[in-house]
C-alpha cells in the first residue's frame, strides 16, 4: 500500500498520482437535494477531467442519498432496505459515466452486484488496469453487502487499488469540533488524527470506515465539493478542508 506520494505530471504538478474520490448523492443533486442536477454533475465532471488531464489516475465511489438510503425503509427489514440503496449507488454511477464521457474521459463502471448488461462485476486487477490505461473507473453497489456505507465501500475500494488518499467531498468545507450549522463557536481543524475522530465522535464517516482507514494507513482529505474546483486544488496539495491521517 502506497501512503502519501508527491508525482509531476509531464505539464502540471500534482501531489498524488492514484487518488479515490468519493462523492455522496446529494452531491449530484444540487440544491434541489433529490435526483440529479445536471448542471451540478457537469461541473464536477469538468474538474475530473481537469484533472485527469494532470496525469492523475482516478477512481470514483458514488453514495445514494439524493434517491434512497436503508434508513429511509423505516417498516423495511434491513436488507432489503440496504440492497435498494446499493442499486440506487448504479443510477448515479451511470449518469457519472455519460457525463464524464460526453467530455471525451474514457470510464468504466464497476459494481459490487453484477448486472452485466449495463457494468462490469469488480475485478480489483482490471480496475487497477483500467486506471493505468487513464480510464476513470467508478464502484457502484457499496461493498455488496448490506450494513456497510459507502464510507465503508471508498476505504475499501481506495485499500485494493493502492489510491494514495481518499478525496471526502462534502456538503461542509473541513472537519469541525460539531456541527458549524448548529453551532457557531465549532472549531474547525486543519488536520487531525484518525484516532481523535473516533474519540471526539466526528462526523465524518461511519466509525467502520475511519477506523479501516487508520488500520491500512491511508490519508483523507475533507473538503467541500459545493465548489468543484476544490477537487483540483486537493490533487495539487493545496491546503484545503482537513486532512485526516
Same mark, same amino acid.
Given at each position: 500500500?502506497?501512503?502519501e506520494?508527491?508525482?509531476?505530471s509531464?505539464?502540471?504538478k500534482?501531489?498524488?498520482? !492514484?487518488?479515490?474520490?468519493k462523492?455522496s448523492?446529494?452531491?449530484?443533486?444540487?440544491?434541489?437535494?433529490t435526483g440529479?442536477?445536471?448542471?451540478?454533475?457537469?461541473g464536477?465532471?469538468?474538474k475530473i477531467?481537469?484533472?485527469v488531464?494532470?496525469g492523475?489516475?482516478?477512481?470514483?465511489v458514488v453514495?445514494a442519498g439524493?434517491?434512497? !438510503?436503508?434508513?429511509?425503509?423505516?417498516?423495511?427489514?434491513?436488507?432489503?432496505?440496504?440492497?435498494?440503496?446499493?442499486?440506487?449507488?448504479?443510477?448515479?454511477?451511470l #449518469?457519472?459515466?455519460?457525463?464524464?464521457?460526453?467530455?471525451?474521459?474514457?470510464?468504466?463502471?464497476?459494481?459490487?452486484?453484477?448486472?452485466?448488461e449495463?457494468?462490469?462485476?469488480?475485478?480489483?486487477?482490471?480496475?487497477?488496469?483500467?486506471?493505468?490505461?487513464?480510464r476513470?473507473?467508478i464502484? #457502484?453497489?457499496?461493498?455488496?453487502?448490506?450494513?456497510?456505507?459507502t464510507?465503508t465501500? #471508498?476505504?475499501?475500494?481506495?485499500?485494493?487499488?493502492?489510491a494514495?488518499i481518499?478525496?471526502l467531498?462534502?456538503s461542509?468545507?473541513?472537519?469541525?469540533?460539531?456541527?458549524?450549522?448548529?453551532?457557531?463557536?465549532?472549531?474547525k481543524?486543519?488536520?487531525?488524527?484518525?484516532l481523535?475522530v473516533?474519540?471526539?465522535?466526528?462526523k465524518?464517516m461511519?466509525?467502520?470506515a475511519?477506523?479501516?482507514c !487508520?488500520?491500512?494507513?491511508?490519508?483523507?482529505?475533507?473538503f467541500g465539493i459545493?465548489?468543484?474546483?476544490?477537487?483540483?486544488? #486537493?490533487?495539487?496539495?493545496?491546503?484545503?478542508?482537513?486532512?485526516? !491521517?
Amino acid at each position: 500500500m502506497s501512503n502519501e506520494k508527491s508525482s509531476e505530471s509531464e505539464n502540471t504538478k500534482t501531489k498524488y498520482k !492514484r487518488v479515490l474520490l468519493k462523492l455522496s448523492g446529494e452531491a449530484l443533486a444540487g440544491e434541489q437535494k433529490t435526483g440529479i442536477d445536471p448542471k451540478v454533475l457537469g461541473g464536477i465532471c469538468d474538474k475530473i477531467k481537469e484533472v485527469v488531464e494532470m496525469g492523475v489516475q482516478v477512481a470514483i465511489v458514488v453514495g445514494a442519498g439524493n434517491f434512497w !438510503r436503508g434508513k429511509y425503509g423505516k417498516d423495511m427489514e434491513r436488507t432489503t432496505a440496504d440492497y435498494m440503496g446499493m442499486l440506487a449507488t448504479a443510477m448515479n454511477a451511470l #449518469a457519472l459515466q455519460d457525463a464524464l464521457e460526453a467530455r471525451g474521459l474514457f470510464s468504466r463502471v464497476q459494481t459490487a452486484i453484477e448486472m452485466r448488461e449495463i457494468a462490469e462485476p469488480f475485478i480489483q486487477r482490471k480496475a487497477i488496469k483500467h486506471l493505468n490505461k487513464g480510464r476513470v473507473v467508478i464502484f #457502484a453497489c457499496g461493498t455488496g453487502h448490506p450494513y456497510f456505507t459507502t464510507d465503508t465501500a #471508498a476505504v475499501l475500494r481506495a485499500t485494493e487499488i493502492g489510491a494514495d488518499i481518499i478525496l471526502l467531498g462534502k456538503s461542509v468545507d473541513a472537519v469541525y469540533s460539531a456541527d458549524p450549522e448548529i453551532d457557531s463557536s465549532a472549531e474547525k481543524y486543519d488536520e487531525i488524527s484518525y484516532l481523535d475522530v473516533l474519540n471526539k465522535d466526528l462526523k465524518v464517516m461511519d466509525s467502520t470506515a475511519t477506523a479501516m482507514c !487508520r488500520d491500512n494507513n491511508i490519508p483523507l482529505l475533507v473538503f467541500g465539493i459545493a465548489d468543484p474546483e476544490n477537487i483540483v486544488r #486537493a490533487v495539487r496539495g493545496e491546503k484545503i478542508g482537513t486532512i485526516v !491521517r
